[in-house]
């Protein structure tokens, strides 16, 4: 089946390191993805990763994928209070000549300052 | 500036009215998307065409009809509007195997 699941709501201080956990179920897909999306704003591709990598490191962001136990997360360093906005990780599946994306519930980041 | 655009960015209508709602995107990129974000933030694929052919209709009522004149654009016409249809449609497009590029969102509102 396809089902991507996140944790509702993540509250740091800022400075303070956010880890951002999601799971997901279809084992065939070959990339994940991490997007943000601001209040009133489209969906802005952060970061992905390739199914087979462990890390990914990319400035302040770490993703990282444990393709036995299908779980990803993102771990952003020196939080800010810019980051404050919703994740959601997707997982990639090939249908036909196209990928389609299936998100999961997203997670509201709450930056304290 | 390239990009994904599309109009209009609100929309608020009536029940049972027909509206329709544009997408263009000049990346070049062959497969464009329709993806509906409802009131809870859970965004859900609706359509997605590839070279103006569609190839994925995810069980959507056939009030809502996709048209793609040419690969850079995919519009999405929608009839005999209700109260469920409330929700931000976003629109995408990707290249081969790679990741979607958003619109920002057309928030509709049918009262």
């Known amino acids: 089946g396809e089902d991507v699941e996140q944790s509702l709501f993540l509250s740091v201080r800022e400075g303070d390191s956010s880890v951002i956990n999601c799971t997901y179920t279809?084992?065939?897909?070959?990339?994940l993805y991490w997007y943000k999306q601001e209040p009133g704003a489209g969906l802005q591709l952060l970061t992905y990763?390739?199914?087979?990598?462990d890390m990914k490191q990319d400035q302040r962001l770490t993703v990282l994928l444990n393709k036995k136990d299908k779980h990803l997360s993102l771990r952003i360093a020196d939080t800010q209070t810019g980051d404050s906005a919703i994740y959601f990780c997707?997982?990639?599946?090939?249908?036909?000549?196209?990928?389609?994306?299936?998100f999961g519930t997203g997670t509201l980041l709450a930056v304290q300052p | 500036d390239t990009a994904v655009s599309q109009t209009p960015k609100y929309l608020v209508t009536q029940m049972g009215n027909d509206k329709s709602i544009k997408c263009e995107q000049n990346l070049g990129h062959d497969t464009m998307y329709w993806y509906k974000q409802d009131s809870k933030k859970f965004l859900k694929i609706m359509f997605s065409?590839?070279?103006?052919?569609?190839?994925i209709n995810e069980t959507v009522p056939n009030r809502f009809s996709p048209k793609s004149p040419d690969k850079a654009h995919l519009n999405l016409h929608i009839n005999s509007l209700e109260l469920g249809d409330s929700a931000v449609y976003f629109c995408?497009?990707?290249?081969?195997?790679?990741?979607?590029?958003f619109g920002n969102g057309t928030r509709l509102t049918v009262t």
């Open positions: 995408a497009s990707s290249p081969p195997g790679g990741s979607l590029h």
């Open positions: 279809d084992s065939s897909s070959t990339y």
């Open positions: 065409y590839n070279n103006k052919e569609l190839i």
């Open positions: 990763i390739f199914s087979n990598m």
């Open positions: 997707a997982e990639s599946i090939q249908s036909g000549a196209t990928n389609k994306l299936i």
